[in-house]
């Protein structure tokens, strides 16, 4: 099992940033892809960005390609999110998830976090 507990959610301005974090504990966090997702009120959870067990691939939507940026430090069993010029379209709860494996489908995900609200004001 692995335990996943998001931070790093807040208000900001369009344009502005915010960096998302996302500790594990419990089993070996270094042997696992991580990924983050999003979900708006009354939308499906969508993928943002992925990241391989060793840190060596990412992998970004087309909506976050350039302003967002992933990285890990397993050392610390942590996933960071880098959000920059953010948009009022970015508004959702943001969860981390891991699995063996990078995938940009959240059901194949078998660890979430419970989430971190971003809310971008326009």
């Known amino acids: 099992q692995v335990q996943l507990v998001e931070s790093g959610g807040g208000l900001v301005q369009a344009g502005g940033s915010l960096r998302l974090s996302c500790v594990a504990s419990g089993r070996t966090f270094s042997a696992y892809a991580v990924a983050w997702f999003r979900q708006a009120p009354g939308k499906a959870r969508e993928f943002v960005s992925a990241m391989t067990w060793s840190g060596y691939y990412t992998y970004y939507d087309d909506s976050v390609k350039g302003r967002f940026t992933i990285s890990r430090d397993n050392a610390k069993d942590t996933v960071y999110l880098q959000m920059d010029n953010l948009k009022p379209e970015d508004t959702a709860v943001y969860f981390c998830?891991?699995?063996?494996?990078?995938?940009?489908?959240?059901?194949?995900?078998?660890?979430w976090g419970p989430g971190t609200q971003v809310t971008v004001s326009s």
């Open positions: 998830a891991a699995r063996f494996g990078v995938e940009s489908d959240p059901a194949k995900y078998d660890y």
